[in-house]
């Protein structure tokens, strides 16, 4: 499988995901739009990967690849190919499947408990996530469903952390793809006030014994996600 990324800050990488990529034999490639590359042909992805990233879905002026990123989502959505957002990602999908996104009222850094509701059951990419993880958060937006979408998790600080639109679409306002590496840029770029969802720069580095399982889930999504999609004959 040809894997595709794209990805809008230096240190918000593929990470476990890649060495996933790896273990599986897959191929991947990245659009690096802070780089200023362009986006791939889209012959050339057979399952796209939005990371995270600092920037706001709406932030053109400031990212004006933006709008190239959008329109690319928007013809791969088309093809029915598996499609996996993460934090900004997510909220990527969101806004070009018609959501609106816009600003939480609360900011959550840090690594905190995501509660999985009963929907879960019946999408096979998180079947077999367990009912809470604490997982690894960076955001201050966060998203309206998709129409059609169906709403999986959420956190006491964030209504949707989570959406499925079939089997092969998700957003995961959280970060399961984390490692030592990015969990230690996390914390070196926290705020330096905690609140009641920020964590101090300690308590994020400490954070890392989540690892292990946000890992073990992160693999179920993906073996899942990489799926063929039966045809009815």
Known sequence: MKIHSFQHAPFEELAEIENWIHDRGHTVATTHFYKGDSTPALDDVDSLIILGGAMNVYEYRAYPWLRDEKRFIEKFIETGKPLLGICL???????????????NAELEIGW???RF??????????????????????HGDTFDLP?????????????????AVGEKIIG???????????????????????????????????????????????????????????VER
């Open 89 to 103: 990602g997510a909220q990527l999908i969101a806004d070009v499947l018609g959501a609106k996104v816009y600003q």
């Open 112 to 114: 905190f408990p995501v």
């Open 117 to 138: 509701h009963e929907s879960k059951k019946v999408i096979a990419p998180l079947a077999r996530f367990p009912r809470e993880l604490t997982a690894l958060h960076w």
């Open 147 to 163: 129409p059609g979408a169906v709403a999986l998790a959420e956190s006491d600080g964030c209504k949707h952390q989570a959406f």
């Open 172 to 230: 995961l306002q959280f970060h399961l793809e984390s490692d030592a590496g990015t969990v230690a840029a996390f914390a070196e770029e926290c705020p330096d006030e905690p609140a009641r969802y920020i964590q101090t720069r300690q308590q994020i580095l400490a954070g890392q014994t989540h690892l292990e399982q946000t890992h073990l889930v992160l693999r179920h999504l993906l073996d899942a996600l990489a799926e063929p999609v039966a």
